[in-house]
C-alpha cells in the first residue's frame, strides 16, 4: 500500500498528470466558453481531432510548429462557425447539430488524412514542442517539474484559463457573454447583438477545442493517429460541468481527472495483473461519474443553455 | 406632474401610423401617439389590444410595418435596439430582462462599455448608481446577485438600467403587475421624481385605478386601435372603462354566502419548495359555498398549494381531508376521484396540450371513464360530442372538436379548462390565476362561472396575484408569504393597505399557519 502512495510523491508522475491535463485543460475552457454563452458544442469530439490532424500535418508539410496551432484554432473556429450558424440565428437542435458537427469533423479528418497522405502505412513522425524548464520556478521539488517543465503549449493553457477568467468577470465582453447564456433578452435590450455574440463565443471556444486537439498531435505524441481524441472531448463537457461553469474550478477538475489517470497507469504496474488492468482504465471514468454527482447537483448552470434565442418572439 | 411652469413643454416623441401585422392578426392599426417632456402617458387597453407590441416596435424589438417614429424631432430607424438606447429610450419589460446569476451592477452596466474594452469600470459605475438610485428612491445593492433579490427590487434595477444610460423617455409595461401595494406606491413616487427631473414617461396598463393615480394624459386602445385619449383630470374612471372595453363593463353580482360544511382541508401540511417557496405547515379550511381566496406575492407558496391539491405535488407531513375522511394516498388520479375540479396557473404548459385537439384535451381527465372508453378504446364520438357540448354551453369560439388547442385565444382556452374541470358539478374547486391574461369579458365569464359553483354549495379556492380579483370574488381572504398562510378575514375585513402588508411579510408570525 505504501507503494501506492509513494507514486503521488514522485515528479513524474506530476509531470504526466499535467501532460494529460493540458489537452483537457484547452478543451474545457473552450466548451465552458460556449456553454456560458448558452450553446452546447457536442462538436467538441470531432473539434478535436480536426485541430489534432490540421495542425500536425501544417508542420509536416514544413510549417512552424506555432503556425500550427494556429491553423488548428482556425479549423476549430471554422467548425465553430458552422455549429453557431446552425444553432444559433437558425435555432436547430444544439445537441442533434453537435453530433452532426463531430461526425463530420472527424470523418472529414480522417478523409483528409488518407486523401493527403496516401501511400503512407506507419503515421510519419514531426518534431514536436520541447519541454522548456522556466528558470527557477522549475527547481521547486516535485511540483517545480510538473508544472513548469512543460512544453509551451502546457504553459498556453495556463494561460488560457486566466484568460478566460479575467475576461469573464473583469472586462465588459465578459459580463456580455455570462449575460447571453443567462438571458438573452437583457443582452439584446441593452442593444448587444446576441447571435454575433454567441456565434464569436462558440468560433472561440471551438478554437481552443481544437487546440486541445492539437496538443496531442504536437506535444504529447508526434504523430497523427486514429481514434487518438479516445473521449477526451466527452470528458471536458462533463468537466465543465463538474466546474460548475467557472474556468478556475473546470481546471482543478482537468487536473483531478489527469491524476487518476495517470495514477492508474502506475498502480497497474505495481499490482502485477492480480486485478485487471480495465478495472485501472475504469477508474478515472468512474471516480469523475461520482464527482459529477456529488459537485454537479448544486451547480447553477447558465440559465439560457441550449435555448434558442428568437429576436420579436414572445 | 404640474407642467403648467414649464414653457410649451417640447414633444419629445411622436408616433405617426404605426401598423404592424402578424399574419392576418393586426396588432397596431394606425397609432399616433405623441409624448411631452415631463409628462406621464398612460397607455391603457386590454390584453391583446396591442399595447405592448406598440411598445416593442419603439424600442426596436419589431419593425413596424408603417408608420414613423420620431423622437427629439429626429426620425427612430426601425427594428433597431441601439438606435432606441442611444435616442434616450429606456425600457421596463414586464418579463425582466435580467441575468439571474449575475449582479445588480453587472446588469446594469451590460452594454454600456465597448465590448473590446479592459476595465468594467467597477468602482465608477458603483458610485453613479447609488446616486441614481438615492436621487430616485430606487434603493439596490449594487453587488447582490439578481436571483437573490425581490421582485420589486429587480424592477428597481430595470429602471437603474434605463437611467444609467441617461434615459430621457421610460416606457414601464405593466409595471404593477408584480408588485405589493406598498411597491406600488413606492414606484409612483419615484415616477414622480423622474418626472420632475424632466423625463417623460409611458405607462402601460389595465388597471384603472392606477393610470388615475399616476399619469397625466390616457391613451386607450381597442382591438390594436387607437380608441380614444383624454386628459386623466377630466375622464370618470366609467369612461375610461368603457372606451377600454367598448361597451357597457359587464358586472357580477354576487350575493351574500351560505357556507356549509367543511370539504376540504389542509392540517400542517408542509411541501419541498415549488416554483420559489413551498408550503411551511400550512392548515386551511375550505367550506361549501364559500369562494376563498389566496392572495399574495407569486413565488411565495402558491404553486406549491395548488399543485398539492392537484396532486401532482407530495406532503412532508400533515394531512389531507377531503369530505371528513383523511386521504391515504394522494395523487392526481385520487384528486380526481374525489371530484376536484383544477384550473391551473399555466393554460399552456399545463392546463391544456396544444397540439392536441379540443376532444383529446377536454377528456384528458376523464378518458378512463367507461363514457368515453371501453375496453381500453377511445370511443371519440363520444368525445367530440362531450366536446361539443362544452363548446356550446361555454361559448367557446372554436371550428370544431378537432381543432388543435393552440389555434385557441388564451380566453377560449381558459373556458375550454372551465368546461372540463366544472362537468360533472364538483364540489370542491381549485382556480390558479384563473383570469391571468384575459380580456375583460372572458373575465368576466370567469367570474360568474366561479360564483354559480359557490352557489350551488362547492367550495372553491381562487389563487390570485390580482387583489382586486380577490377582494370582489373571495368571501374569505387569506395571505399566503414564504409558504405561509395568514389568519383567514372575511370580507371586506382588512383594507388593500392591510392586506398588503400581510403580502409582504409584516405580520403573519402573529397569524401564521392557523387559518380557521
Known amino acids: 500500500m505504501s507503494e501506492a502512495l509513494e507514486i503521488l510523491f514522485t515528479a513524474s508522475f506530476w509531470v504526466a498528470a499535467i501532460r494529460i491535463a493540458s489537452p483537457l485543460i484547452f478543451a474545457t475552457m473552450g466548451e465552458l466558453i460556449c456553454e456560458r454563452a448558452g450553446v452546447l458544442n457536442l462538436g467538441i469530439e470531432g473539434i478535436m481531432v480536426a485541430g489534432a490532424f490540421s495542425g500536425w500535418f501544417t508542420v509536416y508539410m514544413g510549417g512552424d510548429l506555432w503556425t500550427g496551432v494556429l491553423v488548428a484554432a482556425m479549423t476549430g473556429a471554422m467548425f465553430g462557425l458552422l455549429h453557431g450558424f446552425l444553432t444559433v440565428p437558425l435555432g436547430l437542435s444544439q445537441h442533434v447539430t453537435g453530433i452532426g458537427v463531430t461526425l463530420l469533423a472527424s470523418s472529414l479528418t480522417y478523409f483528409s488524412y488518407r486523401i493527403l497522405l496516401p501511400e503512407v502505412t506507419s503515421p510519419p513522425k514531426i518534431e514536436p514542442f520541447q519541454p522548456f524548464a522556466v528558470p527557477l520556478l522549475s527547481d521547486i521539488p516535485v511540483l517545480g517539474p510538473a508544472l513548469f517543465n512543460q512544453t509551451p503549449l502546457t504553459y498556453l493553457a495556463y494561460f488560457t484559463v486566466a484568460a478566460v477568467a479575467l475576461v469573464f468577470y473583469r472586462t465588459p465582453l465578459g459580463v456580455a457573454v455570462r449575460a447571453v447564456g443567462e438571458n438573452p433578452a437583457a443582452v439584446e435590450a441593452q442593444g448587444i447583438s446576441v447571435t454575433a455574440l454567441r456565434i464569436g463565443a462558440v468560433m472561440a471556444g471551438s478554437a481552443l477545442m481544437a487546440i486541445g486537439g492539437a496538443f496531442l498531435t504536437m506535444s504529447a505524441f508526434n504523430s497523427f493517429f486514429f481514434e487518438m481524441i479516445n473521449g477526451r472531448g466527452w470528458i471536458a463537457i462533463a468537466l465543465v460541468v463538474f466546474g460548475s461553469w467557472r474556468p478556475g474550478k473546470a481546471l482543478i477538475g482537468a487536473i483531478l481527472f489527469a491524476a487518476f489517470d495517470a495514477y492508474q497507469v502506475r498502480l497497474q504496474q505495481i499490482t502485477g495483473g492480480v486485478i485487471p488492468y480495465q478495472i485501472f482504465l475504469m477508474m478515472p471514468f468512474v471516480l469523475s461519474i461520482v464527482a459529477l454527482v456529488v459537485v454537479a447537483r448544486r451547480a447553477t448552470y447558465p440559465k439560457a443553455l441550449m435555448i434558442p434565442y428568437q429576436k420579436g418572439e414572445r | ?516
Open chain 2, 1 to 516: 406632474m404640474d407642467t403648467a411652469d414649464l414653457p410649451e413643454a417640447e414633444t419629445v416623441l411622436r408616433l405617426t401610423g404605426i401598423t404592424k401585422r402578424f399574419g392576418a392578426l393586426v396588432a397596431n392599426d394606425h397609432i399616433s401617439l405623441a409624448l411631452k417632456r415631463g409628462e406621464v402617458v398612460a397607455l391603457l387597453g386590454e390584453n391583446g389590444a396591442g399595447k405592448t407590441t406598440l411598445m416593442n416596435i419603439l424600442f426596436g424589438h419589431y419593425t413596424a410595418d408603417e408608420g414613423q417614429i420620431e423622437v427629439f424631432g429626429k426620425a427612430l430607424p426601425s427594428g433597431d435596439p441601439n438606435a432606441a438606447l442611444a435616442a434616450g429610450i429606456g425600457m421596463v419589460h414586464q418579463h425582466f430582462a435580467l441575468a439571474d446569476q449575475m449582479t445588480a451592477l453587472e446588469n446594469i452596466v451590460l452594454g454600456t462599455r465597448p465590448l473590446w474594452s479592459f476595465n468594467l469600470g467597477k468602482a465608477q459605475a458603483r458610485q453613479r448608481i447609488t446616486q441614481l438610485a438615492s436621487d430616485y428612491g430606487l434603493q439596490v445593492e449594487p453587488d447582490r446577485m439578481i436571483a437573490e433579490l425581490s421582485v420589486g427590487e429587480r424592477q428597481r434595477v430595470e429602471i437603474l438600467k434605463a437611467l444609467y444610460r441617461e434615459a430621457r423617455i421610460l416606457i414601464l409595461d405593466e409595471p404593477t403587475a408584480v408588485l405589493t401595494p406598498m411597491e406600488t406606491e413606492a414606484l409612483f413616487a419615484t415616477l414622480k421624481k423622474l418626472v420632475a427631473a424632466g423625463l417623460s414617461v409611458i405607462f402601460i396598463s389595465h388597471k384603472l385605478g392606477e393610470v388615475q393615480a399616476v399619469s397625466d394624459r390616457v391613451v386607450v386602445l381597442r382591438g390594436g386601435k387607437l380608441a380614444g385619449e383624454r386628459k386623466t383630470s377630466e375622464a370618470t374612471r366609467r369612461q375610461l372603462a368603457e372606451l377600454m372595453v367598448g361597451g357597457q363593463l359587464p358586472v357580477n353580482e354576487i350575493g351574500p354566502s351560505t357556507s356549509r360544511e367543511i370539504l376540504f382541508e389542509l392540517n400542517n401540511i408542509s411541501t419541498r419548495s415549488v416554483g420559489g417557496a413551498g408550503l411551511n405547515g400550512v392548515s386551511m379550511q375550505l367550506r361549501g359555498g364559500e369562494i376563498t381566496g389566496l392572495a399574495g406575492i407569486s413565488g411565495n407558496g402558491q404553486a406549491a398549494l395548488a399543485a398539492l391539491i392537484a396532486g401532482t405535488l407530495e406532503a412532508r407531513g400533515g394531512d389531507i381531508v377531503v369530505h371528513g375522511q383523511k386521504t391515504v394516498r394522494w395523487s392526481p388520479r385520487a384528486a380526481l376521484d374525489c371530484g376536484i375540479g383544477r384550473i391551473p396557473e399555466d393554460r399552456h404548459a399545463t392546463g391544456m396540450i396544444g397540439d392536441m385537439s379540443v376532444a383529446e384535451n377536454v377528456i384528458s381527465e376523464a378518458y378512463r371513464s367507461p363514457r368515453f372508453s371501453r375496453f381500453g378504446f377511445l370511443n371519440w364520438k363520444a368525445a367530440a360530442s362531450f366536446a361539443s357540448g362544452i363548446i356550446k354551453a361555454y361559448d367557446v369560439k372554436c371550428p370544431s372538436p378537432e381543432a388543435r388547442v393552440r389555434l385557441l385565444s388564451g380566453g377560449n382556452m381558459q373556458k375550454l379548462i372551465l368546461g372540463r374541470a366544472l362537468d360533472g358539478d364538483p364540489d370542491i374547486i381549485i382556480a390558479s390565476q384563473p383570469t391571468r391574461g384575459l380580456d375583460v369579458g372572458a373575465v368576466a365569464y370567469v367570474h360568474a362561472r366561479l360564483i354559480e359553483a359557490r352557489d350551488r354549495g362547492a367550495a372553491v379556492l381562487l389563487i390570485s396575484e390580482d387583489l382586486d380579483e380577490i377582494q370582489t370574488l373571495s368571501d374569505r381572504i387569506a395571505v399566503i408569504h414564504r409558504g405561509q398562510l395568514s389568519r383567514p378575514s372575511a370580507r371586506g375585513e382588512l383594507s388593500v393597505m392591510e392586506l398588503g402588508e400581510l403580502m409582504a411579510g409584516h405580520g403573519t408570525e402573529a397569524g401564521a399557519s392557523h387559518a380557521a
